[in-house]
């Protein structure tokens, strides 16, 4: 994989990521980006955000939790292992931290805080540096392989089980709508709520989304999934592949209809429309 610039240019769901209750809930690490807001709480195995980021619930962390300055979390804060907090972070609630705790200047905690291991009052370095840092050092010394190594991790994860959550900087995410100016990946068997706004959107199978899908570019729809909404494209291609189903209406360039794939509402297709038949390998019009 070549070397990216931007290991936080998309949004990235991936398998197996649900909302529980208010919570977006991962077996892998949440990395979110500056200036995004996040309205509910997140659980996962570590919790990476950027500057000024805002999230509406609780942070649980399995492993390290590092929250850049001027970041606000409407909850608790309970990490498994270290965390690390940049200046004048403000948490609603309590922060319970199993291993060390590095804390910058005028950092917030209104219920108090309790950790384990050392504690140590300065200003951490803010994460994009310490990435920039950490990235530059494994180039220095010829670690190409391992910068990459970093990078697949931050960006693309490796085994399924590993990929992160990847949440845009900027970005709006809630129960109501999802909102990015990037491309947006969604995995397989997740289950998310509210509408989804991207450059172009890739679901995957075996997907329930409850909310409707709009993006300027092309959007494709996985084997199983059900799209409880609309979808809309301002010039790009919809394709709805075998099993799938759409219970709103549908609108874009040009449509790909698979065998099998349902679509309940109104279809407006100002291009063509293509039955496509899996099982003979071959489109008719």
Known sequence: ?????????????????????HDLVTDGD???G???????????????????VTFGGDIEAEGDCRIDMWSDIAGNVLVGQDAYLGERVHIEGQLIVSGDLDIGDDVNIENGFEANGWIVIRNPVPTIVFLFIYLSQLLRLGEEE??????????????????????????????DAWRVSTPATIGNEC??????????????????????????????????????????????TVSVTEGSRILGDVACEDLLL???AVIDGSIRARGEIT???????????
């Open 30 to 32: 949440v990395f979110v």
């Open 146 to 175: 391992a910068a990459e190594s970093v990078l697949t991790e931050l960006a693309d994860g490796g085994e399924p089980e590993d990929e992160p959550v990847v949440i845009p900087r900027n970005a709006h995410v809630s129960d």
């Open 34 to 52: 500056a200036r995004s807001t996040v309205e509910f709480g997140v659980r996962g195995r570590n919790v990476i955000a950027g500057e000024g």
């Open 1 to 21: 994989m070549p070397l990216r610039s931007d290991p936080l240019d998309k949004l990235a769901i991936p398998d197996g990521t649900t909302v529980e209750e």
């Open 258 to 260: 698979h065998d099998g």
């Open 191 to 236: 289950r998310l709520h509210g509408n989804i706004r991207a450059e172009s959107i890739e679901v995957g199978d075996d997907n329930n989304i409850f909310g409707s899908l709009r993006g300027r570019g092309d959007i494709s729809i996985g084997k199983g999934t059900q799209i409880h909404g609309d979808v809309t494209t301002r010039r790009g």
């Open 275 to 285: 039955q496509v038949r899996d099982t003979e390998d071959e489109a008719t019009e």
